[in-house]
């Protein structure tokens, strides 16, 4: 009897767990292990603009924008009319770890730092 109450118990505490974390707003940016690493939810992304060969704004659906600094210049960012794709090996976009494909040439540029527009 006892270790029925117990599993009882400790499936009663499981479930709580598992309600609260399910009740929590989702995370729209965190630091990676490094602290310079941002990283960004794809689903919290509303679009991304592209500024030049270097900088692309990601706009954020709570109204918050980062901008991305590519690690080098991406030849024909802006030319191409910005049509990139990425592939997300994560559930986020982290500064320095991502690739984006530009679907006019086929360039593979890298993503770099994450800076918050105030």
Known sequence: MKISAKILLASAVLAGSLAAVAAAPPVQAQNDQNPNNVCLNPQDIKFTQTK???????????????????????????????????TVHSDFIC????????????????????????
């Open 52 to 86: 030049d060969s270097k900088t692309i704004v990601f706009q954020m659906r709570d109204g918050s924008a980062w901008v991305n600094t590519l690690i080098a210049p991406c030849p024909n960012l802006v030319s191409s009319g910005s049509a990139w794709t990425q």
């Open 95 to 118: 500064a320095n770890k991502q690739q984006i494909t530009l679907i006019q040439t086929g360039n593979v540029c890298r993503l770099g730092a994450f800076t918050r527009v105030k």
